[in-house]
């Protein structure tokens, strides 16, 4: 018979591997979990908000990973509130948060201590849901950790106690369905709570055998050296960046900044030297570089070159104070709106109120560009962005009062998450789709102060009723309602209650469901792969059944939505 190996306690080194494995394995099984979405929507993320918000906090673990387990839980926390996207992210990262706390100070942690983690982490991602729902990651996660506990004052050690905590958490989530009625009729587990398992597994699979799970489909691409002589005619990245950071601090994340570059250009090269850092980078985009750079020091010896046409533009450190316009003007060939706003314009004066706004589709973004957004996030139904997204747009904004309108539900904990992490005054208002963020921006009022504005601009999306048109990726049953995969459905107020085979009569549908006697206009933003001419005949036919309201059709360019209605 083989040695039984006892695990007593496990280090930083350990829970590092552990999270890595955990992240790998849930980033391989991602796709199963998004397909466990109750609506059948195209749009369905639980598992690849989930996979980005623990790939952050791996990320970061193989960077910083220490023996000390206190040390290497507080890098994932960290790393994961930053990167949390959706709901399910935001629940994850806040459970990491209290197992972070209670592992505080401490070198090893044995069974009894990792099982008190486990609850608190439990407690803490509770207190972060205002209304939290049984038959969710929270129950899963719930009872997971209850199994932990039991399981180590019975006196089994890391590893027994790990399986039995699966083996509960398994258990817990095939009851899900059992407490979530919408689960029961779609014939699904809940997908938060199927994640929770899945990271369970990949954690355990590194503590029982030492190794890692492998991620599928991982390439990893070598950085490719500096090419010293351009190819002009099959240039990929036109402007070759160079400049010279001043660290502010020994501490400062150098690799986590040549990582967030990395994606943006080739022939990247960043050398790391005491107190400065140098940068060399071809790229398309040499904004957003030295909006990365700029956190990290005071930025010198800025020169972007025009490869493509053989011009080369310098800017000098006065790009970081700049000069009078008659002494700084720039040449053209500098992209000057690709530029980070503290660079372009640092002496642009503070002002009262700021907005960031999250959106997608070349026409809804424009229209919150006419209202004067400062920051626009381009995502929602179809990517969240992520705490630390939402986070350095409202830093961007030099304002005494910043709103910040999610424009979806599974974006309003991220949007929560990162007010508390900034230290300026911060609004979230809980718009939940594309209509009631426009509707609160049109309430806004620049002459009122802060608490007449938020209570407007709630009151007004409180009045507007929303509806959304798409197609079903899977044959389910939602509220007695049987749908075959590649069905048009209408969604209003977030319940299904068109299913059809035309995008047009569903949408003409949904605005029956939501007009009544006291609404005065309809708008409908139709998406990206709407023809102009069917848009514009079914407004015609909503002006013929309304003829007493104002009926407005534009393009939004959204994606994977035909229609988005608005209703007031």
């Not at 011009?311 to 980070?340: D, G, K, M, N, W």
């Amino acid at each position: 018979m083989g040695e039984i190996t006892i695990i007593s306690t496990i280090d930083g080194m350990q829970f590092a591997s552990m999270i890595i494995s955990a992240s790998n394995h849930l980033s391989n099984r991602k796709s199963e979990i998004d397909a466990l979405n109750v609506f059948p929507v195209p749009d369905g993320d639980t598992g690849t908000n989930m996979s980005l918000t623990l790939t952050a906090a791996a990320n970061e673990v193989k960077k910083y990973v220490t023996s000390s387990i206190g040390e290497t839980s507080q890098v994932v926390s960290t790393a994961s509130l930053r990167g949390a996207r959706g709901n399910s992210g935001v629940i994850l990262s806040q459970f990491f948060r209290g197992i972070a706390k209670s592992l505080q100070g401490k070198a090893t942690a044995n069974a009894a201590e990792m099982a008190a983690a486990l609850q608190n982490g439990v407690n803490t991602a509770y207190k972060a849901v205002m209304k939290p729902t049984e038959g969710t990651i929270l129950t899963v996660a719930r009872e997971s950790a209850a199994a932990a506990v039991m399981a180590a004052e019975m006196g089994c050690d890391i590893e027994g106690g790990l399986k039995i905590t699966i083996d509960e958490g398994a258990a817990s989530l095939a009851r899900t369905p059992d407490l979530l009625l919408v689960l029961k009729e779609s014939g699904v587990v809940d997908a938060g709570g199927a994640g929770l398992l899945v990271i369970l597994e990949g954690a355990y699979h590194a503590l029982s055998t030492g190794e890692t799970v492998d991620l599928s489909g991982f390439m990893n691409v070598a950085v490719p050296e500096i090419v010293m002589e351009v190819d002009v005619e099959n240039i990929k990245f036109s402007y070759c960046t160079e400049f010279i950071i001043d660290k502010k601090s020994a501490s400062v994340d150098v690799a986590k900044f040549s990582d967030d570059i990395d994606s943006k250009g080739d022939c990247k090269l960043v050398i790391d030297d005491d107190e400065i850092v140098k940068v060399h980078i071809h790229t398309n985009n040499p904004g957003f570089v030295l909006e990365r750079a700029i956190k990290l020091g005071m930025l010198s010896s800025i020169k972007i070159d025009n490869m493509r046409l053989q011009h080369t533009t310098i800017l000098s450190e006065q790009a970081v104070h700049p000069q009078p316009a008659a002494a700084s003007a720039a040449p053209e060939t500098v992209i000057e709106s690709s530029l980070p706003s503290f660079l372009v314009d640092a002496s642009k004066p503070k002002k009262p109120y700021g907005f960031v706004v999250v959106a997608v589709g070349e026409g809804i973004v424009n229209i919150f560009k006419d209202f004067g957004v400062d920051e626009i996030i381009e995502g929602g139904q179809t990517m969240n962005p992520s705490t630390d997204d939402i986070l350095s747009a409202v830093e961007r904004i030099n304002a005494d009062c910043i709103y910040v309108l999610p424009n979806n539900k599974n974006i309003i904990l991220a949007a929560q998450q990162a007010a508390e992490l900034c230290d300026k005054e911060i609004v979230v208002l809980p718009s939940k789709s594309i209509p009631q963020g426009i509707a609160a921006i049109l309430a806004f009022l620049p002459n009122m102060d802060n608490e007449t504005n938020t209570s407007a601009m709630k009151e007004a999306i409180s009045f507007v009723k929303t509806g959304q048109v798409t197609y079903a990726v899977r044959d389910t049953s939602v509220s007695n309602k049987e749908i075959k995969s590649g069905d048009i459905i209408g969604i209003r107020e977030g319940d299904i209650t068109v299913v059809g085979s035309n995008a047009e009569v569903a949408c003409t549908e949904l605005v029956r469901e939501l007009a009544d006697d006291e609404s005065s206009i309809i708008t409908v933003f139709y998406g990206s792969e709407v023809d102009d001419a069917a848009a514009e005949a079914m407004g015609d036919e909503l002006q013929d059944l309304y003829p007493d309201m104002d009926i407005m059709v534009q393009s939004g360019g959204q994606p994977l939505y035909y229609y988005i209605i608005s209703v007031e």
